[in-house]
């Protein structure tokens, strides 16, 4: 069943979606519109490409990959850009995530496989795409012990 996706919590990830820094229901879970991809097959999350999609994950993790799709059949540089925050709320990174064509819509896989990660935050980039979607979010359960690395 679609339902916005923004409050919503399961195994271990939380979710918000805004729009213009307030909550908004127009980021649905469930949703088909994308079709199946190289990384990708419904059901999964899709916004109306106006907001910011934020995972929250329970315990850090230094692993996180997802597929990043975009509603273009065309090419994009930097369509995507994932902010991926510390347990400390510090950001740790700011990727520019491109896109290749798929069969209906644009994607890209994103991993980040580093330090400890307690939150990360999608916005979409590309003016040639109305829509973006997220799915297959995968994380591993880490500790949070190394916010005092030089390399935040």
Known sequence: TTQAIDGLSS???SYTYTVNGSSS???QYGT??????????????????NGVLCVTFDKP???????????????????????VYGPNGKLRGSYDVDTEPAPFWSSAEFEY???A??????????NNA??????NITFHAGDDDDDDDDDD
């Open 25 to 27: 229901t127009a980021g």
């Open 61 to 83: 993790t230094q692993y996180v990959r997802m597929a990043l799709i975009l509603s273009t059949t065309a090419s994009t540089t930097g369509g995507l850009t994932v902010d």
């Open 113 to 115: 496989n580093k330090d």
């Open 11 to 13: 195994e271990g990830v």
């Open 130 to 135: 109305g829509d973006y979607a997220v799915d």
């Open 32 to 49: 088909t519109a994308a079709g199946t991809g190289d990384y990708y097959a419904p059901p999964m999350f899709e916004s109306n490409g």
């Open 117 to 126: 990660v307690k939150k990360v935050c999608i916005t979409k980039n590309a």
